[in-house]
């Protein structure tokens, strides 16, 4: 493709200079870390030609354990993607205004992480060329379905959230941007759909954001509840809860926040956007990270004090391998490290600061993929049925090299989805900032008062 | 010279080599000839629902077989599903009798299953496998059953309930109505042309 950049691309003021200035100029240390996110797919892809060649025997998945980490790391993602949902509905409907800086990046994370549940878990099928049968002979009475259908809904509202927020932006792209490459030109003029801040588009636009940001938060909640009834509704030790639906929503909308601040931090420092996200927006991210997992904290709580009283027969050893058994380890290093410090630490104003506040986020990021991890091995490898000629790897589970490869390579998708739309579109929304589409909208509505 | 005499010791240590393999194929042969072909005839009975597999297994001129193991199998989808005890040895006149389980469901809605009877890895007598097909199974239910039964969760997919089906179709219709709404509303602002002074 013939790249043709014109001239030297001219900024009208500072804030456009620094929201849009990294579309324009593409940096050694961009192309390089896009090539570490390419090494890792490569590599997880081969893992995945192994599986795909040999079939599901290349992983650790046997009789008892038949959902590995392919499963965990499916609703990690899922976990992820709410944080859309979060700040598009929950903050931006409650006001709080210091959290529009964020809305675009948390709506772009929610968009890479449920492309990324999609993908896994056809990744997780043996025969991935019958998913389609999922459709053709699918049974509305299986949960399974369920999460079908409310994935496919949340990906399709994730990608139009995102697009709405983003469309006043896309034009502004369209507009201003002359040293870029045709191929963008074209793309911000199909995007931009003749957006022209026309009052009446603007009003169209606002009342189907509102419309949008109420829709989301029911299917958000669906989303994570399905999932969870997927173990709900499985009869396993560990999952025979009514907690499990309030349990994974807390616990996504948790990891959710802590997904942001450790975004956030990154993009601050390599797009220099020091003065739009402020210490301010990470000290508030700090508080509201503690909210959430004190929420979680108390689903925690219900989700094992009740079965841990009573320690009925296989739950019971459920429990006690959790507690005091092989998992043990895994078990409270989460738990502490990943719930109870952290709520901890960030009560002390000066924890809320970007480098404490980071480094705190990514043990919540870890433990959530570690818990999500313990929420679903273990239970599989106490069946209440009975199995018969158990053979000795059935007992244990340890992922192969193929499994962690291709879960890394989930990973680096993630961060390549997101790498990618950053470099595409402007990280903090500039009409929001400048914002004339609240002026044009408020001259609209006086020209019409005047008219009737 | 030399390298003549070494020649000569490798042929003649290979060719003893062949001929001993050859040797051990030919004794290993002549033992399996020592084994002979055995006869089962199966009888079935039924008695107050007891139903009853007898075999008598006799040798090429009609002594019956004695102390000879029988496996007993029932044909099921995906393998060969084991019945009666872990030993079914014959007696003195050839016999083994078997009891067949009463409530193993058929192969199709006739009621039909395949039984086998086999003798594997005898010392004395050839592998053989008799099989007969018998109608004393548990007759699966035709399309027809699945098609008049009940609503339920756990029926086909024509069959789910019509509760689940009428608020599952109501969410999946009001969400998917403001998607469309929402993308109408998106045409709409395409078409909107900027004002010309």
């Not at chain 1, 499994?403 to 929001?432: C, D, G, N, R």
């Not at chain 2, 051990?24 to 042969?29: C, D, E, N, P, V």
């Not at chain 2, 608020?167 to 900027?194: A, E, G, Q, R, T």
Request: hydrophobic residues 50%.
């Amino acid at each position: 493709m013939k790249k043709s950049i014109p001239e030297k691309q001219l900024f009208n003021s500072i804030k456009e200079r620094d929201l849009l200035g990294h579309i324009v100029k593409t940096s050694v240390r961009y192309k390089i870390w896009i090539a570490i996110l390419l090494l890792f797919i490569v590599f997880g892809m081969y893992g995945y030609y192994r599986q795909i060649r040999y079939g599901l025997i290349v992983t650790a998945m046997r009789d008892y354990t038949s959902w590995g980490i392919y499963i965990s790391n499916f609703v990690f993602f899922v976990a992820v993607s709410l944080v859309g949902s979060l700040f598009s509905s929950i903050l931006k409907l409650n006001k709080n205004e210091w959290a529009k800086p964020l809305i675009r990046i948390s709506e772009i994370i929610a968009v890479a992480a449920i492309i990324c549940a999609a993908v896994i878990i056809i990744i997780d099928m043996g025969r991935p060329d019958r998913f389609i049968y999922v459709f053709k002979f699918g049974r509305i009475q299986s949960p399974i379905i369920w999460d079908v259908i409310i994935i496919s809904t949340y990906l399709v509202i994730s990608f139009i959230l995102l697009y709405i927020s983003l469309l006043p932006d896309i034009a502004i792209c369209r507009d201003r941007l002359t040293a870029i490459p045709k191929w963008k030109k074209k793309l911000y003029k199909i995007a931009a759909i003749n957006w022209s801040n026309q009052p009446e588009q603007v009003i169209i636009l606002k009342k189907i954001g509102r419309i949008l940001g109420i829709t989301v938060l029911p299917v958000a909640f669906a989303i994570h509840t399905v999932t969870s009834w997927l173990f709900a509704t499985t009869w396993r030790p560990g999952w025979d809860s009514t907690n499990l639906g309030p349990y994974f929503v807390s616990g996504a909308f948790m990891v959710g926040a802590a997904v942001i601040i450790f975004a956030m931090y990154f993009v601050r420092k390599y797009l220099n956007l020091k003065s739009y996200i402020t210490t301010t927006h990470f000290d508030h991210m700090g508080k509201l990270l503690v909210l959430l997992s004190l929420v979680y904290f108390y689903f925690n709580i219900n989700e094992y004090l009740g079965p841990a009283f009573k320690m009925v027969g296989v739950e019971g050893e459920h429990i006690t391998e959790l507690f005091v058994g092989k998992y043990a380890p895994m078990y409270w290093l989460v738990q502490i490290f990943g719930l109870v410090l952290p709520i901890v630490f960030l009560l002390f104003k000066n924890l809320r600061k970007p480098v404490p506040i980071v480094i705190i986020s990514s043990f919540v990021i870890l433990g959530a993929w570690f818990k999500r991890f313990l929420i679903v091995i273990p239970s599989l490898q106490h069946p209440y049925l009975p199995i018969q000629g158990v053979d000795e790897s059935y007992l244990h589970y340890v992922p192969t090299w193929e499994e962690w490869a291709i879960t890394m390579a989930s990973f680096a998708s993630l961060l390549l989805i997101i790498t990618i739309l950053i470099k595409l579109f402007p990280v903090i929304p500039i009409q929001e900032l400048e914002s004339p589409a609240e002026e044009t909208s408020i001259e609209s509505k006086k020209f019409k008062n005047e008219i009737s | 010279m030399k390298y003549l005499k070494y020649l000569f010791i490798r042929v003649l240590k290979i060719f003893t080599l062949v001929v001993f393999v050859f040797m051990s194929t030919a004794q290993i042969h002549a033992q399996d000839n020592v084994k002979e072909d055995a006869l089962i005839s199966l009888n079935f009975t039924e008695n107050n629902n007891i139903k009853t597999i007898k075999a008598t297994v006799t040798n090429q001129i009609g002594e019956p077989v004695e102390e000879l193991d029988l496996y007993f199998f029932v044909k099921r989808t995906f393998s060969l599903l084991p019945i009666g005890d872990v030993f079914n040895t014959t007696d003195e006149n050839g016999v083994v009798e078997v009891e067949f389980p009463e409530d193993l469901p058929a192969s199709d809605t006739e009621g039909n299953v395949v039984i086998l009877v086999k003798i594997l890895e005898s010392d004395l007598y050839n592998d053989l496998t008799v099989e007969t097909t018998k109608k004393w199974g548990v007759p699966i239910p035709d399309k027809e059953y699945y098609q008049q039964n009940e609503r339920s969760l756990w029926a086909a997919a024509a069959n789910a309930p019509m509760s689940l089906i009428v608020s599952i179709s109501i969410m999946i219709l009001s969400v998917w109505y403001v998607i469309f709404y929402i993308l109408y509303k998106l045409y709409k602002i395409s078409k909107i042309k900027p004002y010309k002074l």
